[in-house]
């Protein structure tokens, strides 16, 4: 038995590195799995045993779950998220345009024994406009239909949602996890509440990228603003006992792995809540992302 406290991040990305994630990706097709070896005993010795990778086009994170058992780190992928055809997230998983595509993939998807579902439902974050998250892929009758497919399979599901109707939607079609939810409403908390969902706020792509970044040098105080505001509903959240878990997003331009977990735990900080607290929850909510039921005291 161990006495050193275990670590969950419930949101990385294992195919990207927090930069330039070509070379990564292209070692990975010449079937070289060093790379993919080091992030992961990274992650062993820093503690962070549980994972939970949002999937990729590329297989990479169901090659990293096969040596994260090697290593002793519960890993847990949806091998490749779900998204609209024409929509975001190519890099991430395979395109459906419809429900009767969805029935194909989700076929496919099966036979590599996925740990969760993901579904891509709405775009990402845009720096240049607040709120504005480039619209939601799917109908709620589709998205109601792929969450319920999964849980048939006894799936858990983690959808990917900004906006206050994509995350209402998203929650009301039984999603277990909101990743990302960005520009929510106290409306949606209380759903959530309710519903006894896992928000996953990732505070990291934005708070890593909010002081002197090239890239966005012109979207600074935008992104400032929407941190900020993000920061606030967490608060909120908190304070109304929405279960939180800390994902970092690890992976995305600026969050590191291994780094961007202890960078999600500074930024929650901000809410007011201690280091310890956040460690207690982090446990707690993450495992209930990943649906795995553990003791800090048996993992080994
Ligand atoms: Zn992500």
Redesign the pocket.
Known sequence: MSDKRVYVDA?I?ISLNGENSRKLRAEFKEKKYDSLKDILCQYRDNNILILRD?GDNLGMSLAARDIAQTLGIIYKTPGWAIYKKGGYGSFLGRPVEDISEFKESFKELLKVRPDHLKIILTGLVDFESYGQVGGIFFTFDELYYMIQSAKEKNLPVMV?ANSSEAVRMAVLAGADTI?HGYFITEDELYLMRERNTVWVPTLSPLGNIKSCDQRYSGQISNIQRIYEGHLWKIKKALTIGVRIAVGS?AG?YRVHHVTGFFDEVMHLQKCGISKDKIYEMSFENGIKALGIKVNQGTIP
């Open positions: 949101h990305h949002g990917h990743e997003d995305s």
